[in-house]
């Protein structure tokens, strides 16, 4: 039956087969199932993530049906954990769901080895201390993270792991590896081929822009010592030769030269995130190295000596104004340099193994070949733990934070949902959410109101002066709105914080595209959410 | 609290934001249990699409305090939705999506209603979508909001110093996506940009040069697109392609696969046949589901003044990290959908009559083309036709058009505008300017002398 592959084809069309039988593998725990969690497990379910657990000690409220799709009238009184898992199981029978009737705090204070099996957990709606618990405990049993809390307009997203490396980064913008500023001789000699003044017009408007740019570069370095284009004078001179070489306005290969022409003059060499990855220390590779660092390992090398200072050639090429002949012959051109350097590497990857004593074979070419083809883009995320974030936050980013406009509401829901966590502990309930569901504004509640607005002001600001940011305030306005939420979990900032949890699960289970780094708040008075480096 | 009953508690969440004041709330905010009730009893909010943005904008509403939901929709449902639009089962493959998904909301939350409307939506009169006190929109086409956009402006009045009548003002949120981007905003006719003031944020779709794919095919979709826009027309004279029938597109695929054998092209697959000839846009379950829940969160900011609204457009990008940014933009102010338009006042007296050749010829100044004439934002030398409400009040060409609304030109224009106090018409032709001739189309806000106080007043007194 096709059906499997067709359900799945708007999402193949992003991470491919490749990244599907990763999600396929991943087994996710959720802690929580109120709509933050639920919200989260669905959209994994959906694109068919392999199996969910559903922890949660909790039974089904009134309230509850309020703001959850995953629970109906029938769910009153029943296992929360239970009725979740089994309407998310509705969504997609190929995925095995199962749950846990039990209290997530109770599972991180007397069981920590439960998280060890789980590809990710994600928790949700944790107070502070037992999240900061169950960070380490995945830490330590090197399971992925992610917490989430979405708290009336606010929320927050922060992933927890200690490295994750992506090599299909897949970048939405990326300038294309033609090594115009730096051509090989098969490239040069493809181009001195062929003779871009033929009188034939057909022939002078399907000459590629590569080989245009190319020739009249080299016309350019005869008469200027052998340099390139550098001072935004002599880009301009350079358009305009290319200009002059135009014989008809149509000549949309010589608009695409000109467009392209900054191309011969870009710095050579790997760019400054490629070095810092080639020089960071896991780049010395032993036996109990990755392979992801031991492939670093060999484009260090290769860089350093067949790269002559460069990464190996991607080999693809942007389609480009072009004769089919001259087109299919430049990209053969390209493809071969880029096996040429893919074979460079690989014989390097294999005597690196060796040298660690691992299996040289280990490694398939596939995955070198794909290592080779995105070298320019790898990307390495690192995670403080959180307790180390809260204890020792970049004090400069903090600072910085609390003087700019942009990240006032950001920078104090952060802080006040740290605030919120502390007055719980202290008065077992949370800011504004009082006994007897005391919603309607009258006497008592404003002057319940009232105190617990000046009790969670001095909290946070505690936190502040914890963190050496005495002097700093947070705006009256903010404190007022955090106890107005009163803890409360709405359905819409749930599904986005769900859904952003979602999104970085697959990033981190199919290990393409780059996951968020820092912590996420997100701000639903304005939606100027910001991310936290912390 | 003794009174406290089910319903009561099921919003415990919600209440937080709907009961209690605060201090980032929109202007006319009036919290307290009457709100929240008035939400339930006379909010109706039309979710224009059923599919990924749909699905979920319906399940947001209902759960957010909304209980009388329309929605509109003129597709079934496919087995490639199922990745994502989480109403639908396997079961409902070939089912109107519409109907399903109303019946899946229903189901599950109890007191809400969804009244589903399985046709296009030109189908439905432009009366039906002014009933409601918000339209949100879940659509992946610039056409189908363009045109809710337009209907939704038709509705917006402007008082005689150009501000919008506010009971006239129909808000949309309207949400995009494509795989991990997406964008939300809030349309306020009148006050913010309405879609058409920024249509240049949709850029045209890029088509290759039909030479480039007879002559110089590079790609595999160069080679898709032969298959599809060429050699279909040659091998099957008369029969129209269809993109859903799959003997048609194995037959693309194979020709294509085909030329790019002939030309050495790599990557030419079904898949990728399908993707190109399709213009298939990438879709996931939680890109939808921020977007739809920032367009809903959005839609009770509006109604309900409960915190401030977002100024007006949030494009968000969870493809490298994680960005999400605000942007104000300014309205057009001479937006032919929701700008105010040309004011003109006049007698009840005038009518079409004279627009026909010779031109010009007026001597009389009582004739309505005569005064677009001088009216200095005008400057109207020629018009080629005038519209009301969707009709031709008269067009010049084509002969058979002109012909069926000559009659018109006799009548007065307060009788052809079935004695409304003030209305819009819509005018195109000939301007010159500069001495140049140019073809322009005005909106023209046109008052009838006497007529406004009168109906003002009647308004108020039905109003009280």
């Known amino acids: ?53 559903v922890v949660d000690g909790s039974k089904v409220e009134e309230g509850d049906l309020g703001n959850n799709f995953m629970l109906d009238e029938s769910s009153l009184g029943q296992s929360k954990a239970k009725c979740v898992c089994a309407f998310l199981q509705e969504l997609n029978d190929a995925v095995k769901a199962k749950f846990v009737e039990e209290s997530p705090e109770a599972l991180i204070e007397m069981n920590s080895s439960f998280f060890s099996d789980f590809t990710l957990v994600i928790s ?11 960070d380490g405990i995945c830490r330590q049993a090197n399971v992925m993270l992610i917490c989430a809390r979405s708290y009336g307009l606010t929320g927050l997203v922060r992933i927890s792991l200690k490295e994750h490396n992506v090599i299909e980064s897949k970048p939405d913008h990326f300038l294309d590896d033609l090594r115009l500023n730096r051509p090989w001789p098969e490239l040069k000699m493809f181009a001195e081929s062929i003779d871009i003044n033929t009188p034939d017009p057909a022939v002078h408007k399907h000459i590629p822009y590569v080989v245009i740019l190319l020739k009249l570069a080299e016309e350019w370095a005869s008469s200027y010592s052998g340099c390139s284009p550098s001072t935004r004078e002599e880009k301009k001179e350079f358009k305009d030769l290319l200009k002059s070489r135009m014989t008809a306005f149509d000549e949309n290969n010589y608009k695409e030269a000109i467009d392209a022409s900054f191309k011969i003059s870009t710095p050579q060499g790997i760019n400054s995130n490629l070095r810092q990855i080639i020089d960071d220390i896991s780049a010395e590779v032993d036996s109990s190295s990755s392979d992801f660092w031991v492939m670093v390992a060999a484009l260090k090398e290769f860089i350093a000596n ?92 903090l600072q910085k934070y609390l003087n700019d406009e942009d990240y006032s509401y950001a920078i104090g829901f952060y802080i006040l949902l740290r605030a919120v966590d502390r007055f719980a502990a202290n008065y077992n309930r949370f800011p504004g959410l009082f006994d007897g569901h005391l919603q309607i504004p009258n006497i008592l509640s404003y002057r319940g109101m009232d105190e617990d607005i000046s009790r969670l002001k001095t909290i946070a600001l505690g936190i502040l002066g914890d963190l050496g940011c005495n002097s700093s305030t947070l705006t009256e306005d903010l404190i007022n709105e955090m106890c107005r939420f009163g803890g409360a979990e709405l359905h819409t900032v749930a599904a986005i914080i769900g859904g952003i949890v979602s999104q970085e699960v697959i990033k981190l289970i199919t290990k393409q595209f780059v996951p968020m780094s820092g912590t996420f708040i997100f701000n639903g008075i304005d939606h100027k959410s910001q991310l936290l480096a912390l | 609290m003794a009174e406290l009953t089910d319903s009561r508690s099921r919003s415990r969440d919600l209440d937080k934001l709907l009961l209690r004041p605060g201090n980032i709330v929109g202007k006319l905010f009036e919290p307290g249990p009457e709100l929240r009730d008035d939400l339930r009893e006379y909010a109706r909010v039309l979710v224009v699409g059923a599919g990924g943005l749909g699905c979920e904008l319906l399940k947001d509403f209902a759960l957010s305090g909304f209980q009388k939901l329309e929605v509109i929709d003129m597709d079934r449902i496919e087995v490639t939705n199922l990745n994502r639009q989480f109403l639908f089962r396997l079961q409902d493959v070939g089912k109107p999506k519409a109907e399903v998904a109303a019946m899946r909301v229903m189901e599950r939350i109890n007191g809400v209603e969804i009244v589903p409307h399985f046709c296009r939506i030109e189908d439905k009169e432009d009366d039906f979508y002014s009933k409601f006190s918000l339209i949100a929109l879940g659509l992946d ?36 996506t494509e795989g991990f981007k997406g964008h939300a905003r809030v349309i306020l006719p009148g006050t913010t940009p309405c879609f058409e003031c920024t249509i240049w944020l949709f850029p045209p779709q890029v088509k290759f040069p039909l030479c480039t794919l007879a002559e110089t095919p590079r790609t595999a979709a160069h080679c898709i697109e032969y298959a599809h826009l060429i050699k279909w027309g040659e091998m099957h004279s008369g029969k129209a392609f269809d993109a859903d029938e799959p003997e048609h597109m194995q037959w693309v695929y194979t020709e294509a696969l085909k030329r790019a054998e002939l030309f050495g092209i790599p990557g030419v697959t079904y898949s990728f046949t399908q993707g190109v000839v399709k213009n298939i846009i990438p879709a996931i379950a939680s890109t939808n589901a921020i977007i739809s829940a920032a367009c809903t969160l959005e839609a009770l900011k509006i109604l309900t003044g409960c915190s401030k609204t977002l100024s007006n457009y949030m494009t968000y990008n969870g493809l490298e990290g994680l960005h999400t940014k605000a942007t104000e933009f300014v309205k057009d102010k001479d937006c032919l959908i929701c700008g105010s338009g040309v004011l003109l006042e006049m007698d009840t007296s005038i009518t079409l009559q004279k627009i026909l050749l010779p031109y010009p010829c007026f001597t009389n100044s009582a004739q309505f083309m005569n005064l677009l004439g001088e009216d200095p934002m005008v400057l109207l030398s020629k018009p080629t036709s005038v519209v009301y409400m969707g009709n031709n009040l008269y067009k010049m060409v084509p002969p058979v058009l002109e012909e069926m609304t000559r009659s018109n030109l006799s009548l007065r224009l307060f009788d052809l505008m079935d004695k409304v106090s003030m209305g819009v018409v819509h005018v195109t032709g000939t301007a010159i300017k500069n001495d140049k001739k140019n073809s322009s189309l005005w909106k023209i806000r046109v008052v009838f002398k006497g007529m406004v106080d009168g109906v003002i007043d009647m308004d108020l007194a039905g109003g009280a």
């Open chain 2, 141 to 176: 086409s610039i056409e189908a909001r363009s045109y809710i956009n337009r209907v939704a402006c038709s509705f917006l009045e402007y008082d005689s110093e150009g501000n919008p009548f506010e009971e006239t003002v129909k808000p949309m949120v309207d949400g995009g």
């Open chain 1, 124 to 134: 949700t709606q944790l107070v502070e201390t037992s999240m900061l618990k169950l």
């Open chain 1, 306 to 397: 067949e790269g002559e200072g460069e990464a190996p050639l991607e080999g693809s090429i942007p389609d480009m104004t072009s004769s089919t002949e001259y087109y299919i012959n430049l990209q053969k051109i390209y493809q071969a340099k880029a096996e040429a350097d893919f074979l460079a590497v690989e014989q390097r990857v294999r005597n690196i193994l060796k040298r660690i004593g691992r299996e040289p074979a280990v490694i398939t070419k596939t995955s070198i070949r794909n290592f080779c083809r995105n070298a320019r883009k790898l990307t390495v995320c690192r995670y403080r733990l959180i307790e180390e974030e809260f204890n020792s936050p970049i004090l400069l980013e």
């Open chain 1, 1 to 53: 039956m096709a059906e499997p592959r067709t359900k799945y084809d708007r999402q193949l069309r992003i991470w491919g087969d490749q990244g599907q039988a990763a999600l396929e593998k991943a087994s996710i725990c959720l802690l929580n199932c109120g709509p933050t969690g639920s919200e989260s497990l669905k959209n994994l379910v959906l694109g068919g993530v392999g199996s969910i657990t």
